[in-house]
């Protein structure tokens, strides 16, 4: 079995469960106490922020506040930044290949009086910086552009998206899903306000996650309780989740030059190899992109058909966002740069991690070229 698809879940690294297990395994300790069980919770989650801050540059752990994954960080930055500020103004601004758990939120503060303005990006996949510039004002209260794309793997300009928003004194969300681990990621010299994290793609346990808040930008809670995690995130904290994310972070610093360079080798052997597939395209930017990161799009074949085929292969890969997938819409990211309805229901990602290994390239790739010889042969298109 070939595993390919990393962003949409990541195996839980033995050593991260291993370290977490002791705060699952008959352990009971509210970091909120402070008789002994109480005092070893919040050791552990001090701990973990202090490696989640460190992962991202973040020099003062306590602007990192534990969340249940990237679509509630997304949400309480969105939501609750823009709710905050209301009376500085009214706008929302995102690049039109959020995710779409940025995409929503913004959406739906509309009905409440915002006007969400969404910048579109080039072919590639990357922000149009004048339209940016253009559509922030005075008036925006949060604009949210990805570190990078999980369908495309294309990675933005932040530091140029920092410069534009922070000249009209605007306040910048990053969603660092995908590139957290696999970027060198710091918010202090990328200029990032708020910045979305998620536990699972470092190694960590599914369902949990961070929002990275830079000490003095206003934001109001979603959910409303108790005054843990600075009353941005009430409620018990998830010890044994916070531990492992914590741990996994650690981890995921320590190694990712070398990670980083085995899987980019690897990426780019299956990018030259699938390109050879007739009528087989590369998706995202050719060099700008995440490097655990390869996707392509076939004419005139459907991606539900390629995952199927490539899954009797013995490969798991994508097709597209697993987010998404119930609704069997064309996806907005490909849309966004410019694929027509009928070339955005071919595509097929891959997302590489610690298993994937330079062995397995002509396996993937010989799946491929069948997988697309046999669709062509059968396709009504
Ligand atoms: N943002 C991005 C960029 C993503 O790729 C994803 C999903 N992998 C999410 C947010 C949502 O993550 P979750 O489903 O863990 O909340």
């Not at 469960?17 to 050791?43: H, K, V």
């Amino acid at each position: 079995r070939i595993y390919l698809d990393h962003a949409a879940a990541t195996p839980v690294r033995p050593e991260v469960l291993r370290f977490g297990m002791r705060f699952l395994d008959g352990f009971a300790g509210n970091p909120s106490t402070i008789y002994r069980e109480g005092l070893e919770a919040q050791a552990a989650v001090a701990r973990a922020r202090e490696q989640v801050a460190a992962l991202v540059g973040a020099s003062d752990p306590g602007a990192i506040v534990f969340t249940s994954g990237a679509t509630e960080s997304n949400n309480i930055a969105i939501r609750g930044t823009a709710l905050r500020n209301k009376r500085s103004g009214k706008g929302v601004v995102a690049s039109a290949v959020e995710h779409i758990s940025v995409l929503n939120p913004a959406k739906d503060l509309q009905k409440s009086g915002f006007a969400f303005t969404q910048i579109p990006v080039d072919r590639y996949g990357t922000i149009d910086l004048d339209a940016l510039g253009t559509a922030v004002t005075p008036e925006t209260v949060v604009t949210s552009v990805q570190y990078a794309n999980d369908e495309i793997g294309t990675v933005q300009p932040i530091r140029e998206v920092a410069e534009i928003v922070h000249d009209r004194g605007g306040v910048l969300h990053v969603d660092a899903t995908d590139a957290a681990g696999r970027m060198p990621i710091d918010v202090e010299r990328d200029g990032v306000d708020l910045l979305t994290l998620s536990g699972n793609p470092l190694g960590g346990p599914q369902g949990t996650g961070a929002l990275y808040v830079r000490p003095g930008v206003r934001v109001q809670p979603v959910l409303v309780g108790g005054g843990q995690e600075r009353g941005l995130r009430p409620g018990t904290e998830d010890v044994f989740g916070i531990a492992c994310m914590g741990e996994a972070a650690r981890l995921a610093a320590a190694e990712m030059p070398g990670e980083n360079e085995r899987l980019r080798a690897i990426r780019d052997a299956l990018i030259a190899g699938i390109s050879e597939v007739e009528d087989a395209f590369l998706t995202g930017h050719p060099t700008e992109r995440l490097p655990h990161h390869a996707s392509f799009r076939f004419s005139r074949i459907e991606g539900e058909s390629i995952q199927l085929a490539m899954n009797a292969f013995g490969i798991a890969i994508a097709t597209g966002s697993a987010c998404t997938s119930r609704t069997l819409e064309a996806s907005h990211v490909l849309l966004a740069i410019g694929l027509a309805h009928a070339e955005a229901h071919g595509s097929m990602v891959a997302t590489l991690g610690r298993s994937n290994s330079m062995e397995e390239v002509p396996r993937i790739v010989e799946a491929a070229r069948e997988t697309v010889k046999r669709l062509r042969a059968i396709t009504p298109l």
